[in-house]
């Protein structure tokens, strides 16, 4: 079993930066996949960003590319996202998930664990 807990999210304005951590507990990481979705208010939860186990490729989604950063220290059972140059759009509760996959890592139903979420929302 892994636990997974998100922080970091808050409010910030267009424009700003957030970090936000996910921590595990219960097994280690180096052996998952570690994602990262949005949920919307009234969407259906999206595809974020990957991080892959077996060699660390990252994934993003078209919308956060070359405004987000995954990344990972698997000695600290931590998962961390990266987000700058923030946009309204982005408001969302953010979820931390773990596979064991490394393939159809953008896909939601293909995580076995999931945080609690944390929220980020970006004023205009």
């Known amino acids: 079993q892994v636990q997974l807990v998100e922080s970091g999210g808050g409010l910030v304005q267009t424009g700003g930066s957030l970090r936000l951590s996910c921590t595990t507990s219960?097994?280690?990481?180096?052996?998952?996949?570690m994602g990262w979705f949005r949920q919307a208010p009234g969407k259906e939860r999206e595809f974020v960003a990957a991080i892959s186990w077996s060699d660390d490729s990252t994934y993003y989604a078209d919308s956060v590319k070359g405004r987000f950063t995954i990344s990972r220290d698997d000695f600290k059972n931590t998962v961390v996202l990266q987000m700058n140059s923030l946009k309204p759009e982005d408001t969302a509760v953010y979820y931390c998930?773990?596979?064991?996959?490394?393939?159809?890592?953008?896909?939601?139903?293909?995580?076995?664990?999931w945080g609690q979420g944390t929220q980020v929302t970006v004023s205009s």
């Open positions: 219960g097994r280690t990481i180096n052996s998952y996949t």
């Open positions: 998930a773990a596979t064991a996959l490394t393939i159809g890592i953008r896909i939601l139903r293909n995580y076995d664990y």
